[in-house]
């Protein structure tokens, strides 16, 4: 298949992940795909919710939203509360930042992250996953470096891609071109040690085997270990 950016069909687009674009937070990230853009920011507040307290742990959650004009025609804001779409999207953030975080050494503390995507040309779930992640980790190291922590609490990278087939051909990380007219769709978070969080994946028209399932999951992986290098690499980690 011949990819209108020209990409390989194992491709991600070109990612960028900028540290501090949110100078205020104790961590962010201004991650990039293309022409998809989301901002992350980890906010530590002292305490946790009422089901953790007195238990000696943290908690880790995060928040969505996409601008109004992240798209070509403008989107209403939820001034009424997070919608459907935005509310799956939050819990997939906040499941995947915990999956690699130790609470116990985290203490009764909150860490809130703000995915904010100001461009949208598809993957923004998963590159918030990616950002969100950078931002969550700069928040646990400045806590270390204050000594209100005794260790960094995030004990594994995580991040996610998105693969589909496309015109016949299985693809790596899908602009919106390639999304809206896949006949497969899925997103893959995974851990830097090879752990799936997340595989959520849809037939929008012919199902799909378990071979070629395991064929999207191969193409996920190496994108996957990709995106972590690059993670590694701004972390200096």
Same mark, same amino acid.
């Given at each position: 298949?011949?990819?209108?950016?020209?990409?390989?069909?194992?491709?991600?687009?070109?990612?960028?992940?900028?540290?501090?674009?949110?100078?205020?937070?104790?961590?962010?990230?201004?991650?990039?795909a293309g022409n998809?853009?989301?901002?992350?920011?980890?906010?530590?507040?002292?305490?946790?919710?009422?089901?953790?307290?007195?238990?000696?742990?943290?908690?880790?959650?995060?928040?969505?939203?996409?601008?109004?004009?992240?798209?070509?025609?403008? $989107?209403?804001?939820?001034?009424?509360?997070?919608?459907?779409?935005?509310?799956?999207?939050?819990?997939?953030?906040?499941?995947?930042?915990?999956?690699?975080?130790?609470?116990?050494?985290?203490?009764?503390? +909150?860490?809130?992250?703000?995915?904010?995507?100001?461009?949208?040309? !598809?993957?923004?779930?998963?590159?918030?996953?990616?950002?969100?992640?950078?931002?969550?980790?700069?928040?646990?190291?400045?806590?270390?470096?204050? $000594?209100?922590?005794?260790?960094?609490?995030?004990?594994?990278?995580?991040?996610?891609?998105?693969?589909?087939?496309?015109?016949?051909?299985?693809?790596?990380?899908?602009?919106?071109?390639?999304?809206?007219?896949?006949?497969?769709?899925?997103?893959?978070?995974?851990?830097? $040690?090879?752990?799936?969080?997340?595989?959520? !994946?849809?037939?929008?028209? +012919?199902?799909?085997s378990k071979d070629?399932?395991?064929?999207?999951?191969?193409?996920?992986?190496?994108?996957?270990?990709?995106?972590?290098?690059?993670?590694?690499?701004?972390?200096?980690?």
């Amino acid at each position: 298949m011949k990819r209108s950016d020209g990409r390989a069909e194992d491709e991600t687009r070109p990612i960028t992940i900028e540290t501090g674009a949110a100078p205020y937070a104790e961590g962010s990230a201004l991650v990039s795909a293309g022409n998809t853009r989301v901002l992350c920011a980890a906010s530590v507040e002292e305490g946790v919710p009422p089901f953790l307290k007195g238990k000696g742990k943290g908690w880790v959650t995060a928040e969505y939203a996409m601008l109004p004009r992240a798209t070509h025609t403008r $989107g209403a804001r939820e001034r009424r509360g997070a919608g459907g779409r935005t509310m799956e999207i939050q819990r997939l953030l906040g499941r995947s930042m915990r999956a690699v975080v130790d609470m116990a050494n985290l203490g009764e503390r +909150t860490v809130i992250i703000d995915c904010d995507v100001l461009q949208a040309d !598809g993957g923004t779930r998963t590159m918030a996953v990616t950002g969100a992640f950078v931002a969550m980790r700069q928040a646990m190291a400045g806590m270390v470096e204050q $000594g209100k922590i005794a260790r960094n609490p995030v004990i594994d990278f995580v991040a996610a891609v998105s693969v589909g087939m496309v015109d016949g051909a299985w693809v790596l990380d899908l602009p919106y071109e390639e999304d809206s007219r896949a006949d497969v769709d899925m997103n893959v978070v995974m851990t830097g $040690g090879g752990k799936f969080i997340e595989v959520q !994946g849809t037939a929008e028209k +012919t199902p799909f085997s378990k071979d070629e399932m395991d064929r999207m999951l191969d193409l996920a992986t190496g994108g996957i270990k990709s995106i972590i290098a690059l993670q590694r690499s701004v972390l200096g980690v």
